[in-house]
């Protein structure tokens, strides 16, 4: 997968996100954002929508493998 950077602002609507889905109170509008700021991304840095979802995923979900420590 390509190594680039993901936005801050991506990075804290997925925090958003991730924590209103493990509460139980993740809202369409909060899904919807999040896509649509993947898709920009995507657009913005030339890399497929789906290597963007899956970076910003590790990067808030499993921080622990964007530090080096397994």
């Known amino acids: ?3 680039f950077n993901i936005p801050d602002d991506l990075i ?3 925090r958003s996100a991730w924590e209103q889905i493990q509460a ?4 369409v509008e ?3 954002a999040v896509q649509q700021r ?3 991304v995507a657009a913005e ?3 497929p929508r789906n290597d963007v979802e899956i970076q910003v995923k ?3 979900r499993n921080p622990e493998l964007e530090d080096g420590t397994t």
Not at 24 to 27: E, P
């Open 45 to 47: 840095t030339g890399q």
């Open 30 to 32: 909060t899904a919807q």
């Open 58 to 60: 590790r990067i808030v």
């Open 38 to 40: 993947i898709t920009e």
């Open 12 to 14: 804290e609507l997925e």
């Open 1 to 3: 997968m390509a190594d």
């Open 24 to 27: 139980g109170t993740l809202t």
